[in-house]
């Protein structure tokens, strides 16, 4: 950003700033100098049983109490010393140490697990690499036996922050290699799902059905690359009942297009007579975004993205931002459409997946960002509204914010003469002053504060402060074609709603309302409507329009068409309509 402002005041303001510094918080210690180790948690294990049970439930690897803990399952060689099996561990170099490796059997199963425990101590990437140093590879022409190590089994990566708090970055942070983490993900995301890039298929086998899967041989993999498949059968199977082997099998996008990949059951008796021995689970996908992106059948993302960087906006779910669909079915009547009645849906992630396949078949489908809700300091761009449709049924939508300066510059929550006066005195170089969201006063939306700004800054003040003594809302059309006036005023000291149906009554019915409401009515941000068409207005034969004036104390009136859901709903609710008309 340019700061246009003079010499002496920029000089003073960067003498003024004074270096960060910041403070880990003192990690749990295991480790004495002397290389003993304290007592470890409990859920690290501590035998061949707690091992199975850490297997099935995490996999291959947690973290808590600061500590890396990998479970890795291996067969003992019978009638051989513990010497001669067993894994090592690798780690980069400097970030921390191994607290333990421990490898435990039990005499009536082959399987053994290698229980590493590994304590980082410094912020960074942490690569855990397990290896087989039983495995003899002759070493090359150009390597020596110095420069051999022995082959990696799997490979592990974390991360720590500067409180030392750790977080597994490979892809097992979210693909689940545990027979628990198996049930929970099919449970939620089902047999076939997408994430970001990746396609993830679930598949149970059970033996005493002589279950097989095997992949089509229809696939083409041009576009989806088979790229790993993850173990979640439970551990030390016979040990427990002989259940169900659990596996996934992983696909990555390489490249945009459409694609289907699919997996084939093939069973020689089911439990039930009438189940098919032979299903088949299809992930049909449309693969976009330079093949980062994957979205199968029926699929709708909405990306809420900010207009001038291109980066998606922060939101979650305490931001309450509802999407606004419009889905149709023809009614059979020529222009005559049944509206489907769906309770918005709330956006809870950026992107937000749907799944829209109960709507495959509407003849109109069409969904929008509610006006209201939309993150502080951003107003909706509806012209840089953008929907891509795939062959698959997916859609993407991807709705552009513009930034809209609030005004508060010294950021307290507040715009008013303060943030004036504030950015006044920067630009006279007044010493000692700061701008604390300097954003909030780029009126012009140049990156560069000047005397313009301020005064656009004072205008948008002077309308801000400007209050309604009144609000008229006109709503006509949809099948009915109603025509309903609201108007929400003051009569001397009281406070009114008043309801008229111009098509069926000559008189308004009108209601009292207390103070508190009516402030409530007016103190709506009408600013981010003012001027403002609703693109959906007229579009459809059963579409409401929406025309609503605000009225000033000076006798202006400004008006917008954009149907305002919180206006609606309050002169809505707090007016006596006759007759339900609604």
């Known amino acids: 950003m340019k700061l246009k402002r003079l010499t002496a005041a920029l000089i003073a303001a960067m003498t003024a700033v004074t270096p960060l510094s910041f403070h880990s918080p003192a990690a749990t210690v295991f480790a004495e100098s002397t290389g003993a180790v304290s007592a470890l948690p409990d859920w690290i294990p501590s035998d061949f049983e707690s091992a199975v049970e850490f297997r099935n439930t995490y996999g291959a690897t947690h973290v808590d109490n600061g500590l890396i803990c990998i479970v890795c399952p291996d067969r003992a060689r019978k009638g051989a010393s513990e010497d001669t099996y067993g894994f090592e561990l690798r780690a980069t170099e400097g970030m921390g140490q191994e607290l333990k490796h421990e490898i435990y059997t039990y005499e009536y199963t082959e399987t053994c697990f290698d229980v590493f425990v590994y304590q980082p101590w410094a912020q960074g990437d942490v690569t855990l690499t397990i290896a087989d140093p039983h495995v003899?590879?002759?070493?090359?022409?150009?390597?020596?036996?110095?420069?051999?190590?022995?082959?990696a089994i799997a490979e592990y990566t974390f991360t720590l922050d500067m409180n030392l708090n750790i977080t597994e970055t490979d892809i097992f942070s979210w693909l689940p290699d545990s027979t628990k983490e198996f049930g929970e993900y099919l449970r939620t995301n089902g047999e076939v799902s997408a994430r970001d890039n990746y396609v993830v298929f679930c598949t149970v086998t059970v033996e005493q059905f002589d279950d097989r899967w095997e992949p089509n041989s229809t696939n083409k993999n041009e576009i989806l690359k088979p790229i790993l498949s993850s173990d979640c059968t439970m551990q030390v199977r016979d040990m427990y009942c002989d259940g169900s082997i659990d596996n996934i099998y992983l696909y990555q996008a390489v490249k945009d297009g459409n694609e289907k990949i699919s997996w084939t059951r093939t069973s020689s008796v089911r439990a039930y007579p009438d189940e098919p021995t032979t299903y088949t689970m299809t992930a049909d996908c449309a693969v976009l975004d330079n093949a980062q992106t994957v979205l199968l059948a029926n699929t709708a993302r909405f990306s809420i993205i900010d207009g001038e960087t291109g980066k998606l906006v922060d939101i979650d779910e305490n931001d309450k931002i509802f999407l606004n669909p419009?889905?149709?079915?023809?009614?059979?009547?020529?222009?005559?459409?049944?509206?489907?009645?769906?309770?918005?849906?709330?956006?809870?992630?950026?992107?937000?997946?749907?799944?829209?396949?109960?709507?495959?078949?509407a003849d109109i489908f069409e969904v929008g960002l509610l006006y209201n809700n939309i993150p502080e300091g951003y107003s909706l761009d509806t012209a840089g509204t953008v929907v891509r449709k795939f062959d698959n049924g997916a859609i993407d939508y991807t709705f552009k914010l513009k930034f809209t300066p609030?005004?508060?510059?010294?950021?307290?929550?507040e715009f008013n003469v303060a943030d004036v006066v504030l950015l006044q005195k920067w630009l006279l170089a007044v010493p000692d002053t700061h701008l604390i969201n300097w954003k909030a006063v780029d009126f012009c939306n140049d990156n560069v504060l000047n005397v313009f700004d301020l005064c656009l800054m004072k205008r948008e003040l002077l309308e801000k402060v400007q209050t309604p003594i009144s609000v008229t809302m006109t709503q006509t059309g949809g099948v009915m074609a109603v025509h309903y006036e609201y108007k929400a005023y003051?009569?001397?000291?009281?406070?009114?709603?008043?309801?008229?149906?111009?098509?069926s009554a000559s008189d308004p019915v009108v209601t009292e309302i207390t103070e508190d409401k009516f402030k409530s009515?007016?103190?709506?941000?009408?600013?981010?409507?003012?001027?403002?068409?609703?693109?959906?207005?007229?579009?459809?034969?059963?579409?409401?329009?929406?025309?609503?004036?605000?009225?000033?104390?000076?006798?202006?009136?400004?008006?917008?068409d954009v149907s305002i859901s919180e206006l609606i709903a309050m002169l809505k609710n707090w007016s006596k309509t006759s007759n339900n008309e609604w």
Not at 137 to 149: A, R
Not at 406 to 413: E, H, P, S, Y
Not at 524 to 546: C, V, W
């Open 136 to 151: 003899q590879v002759k070493p090359s022409e150009n390597e020596t036996d110095d420069d051999w190590e022995p082959p």
């Open 326 to 361: 419009d889905i149709r079915y023809a009614s059979g009547e020529e222009g005559v459409y049944a509206s489907v009645d769906l309770a918005a849906p709330q956006m809870t992630s950026n992107p937000y997946y749907w799944d829209i396949s109960q709507f495959k078949d």
């Open 406 to 413: 609030t005004g508060d510059v010294n950021d307290d929550g």
């Open 490 to 503: 003051q009569d001397g000291e009281k406070y009114y709603i008043s309801y008229l149906n111009k098509r």
């Open 521 to 560: 009515i007016l103190s709506l941000d009408y600013a981010k409507y003012i001027g403002t068409e609703n693109p959906r207005n007229g579009k459809f034969s059963d579409e409401f329009n929406y025309h609503t004036v605000i009225t000033y104390s000076d006798g202006t009136e400004k008006t917008t």
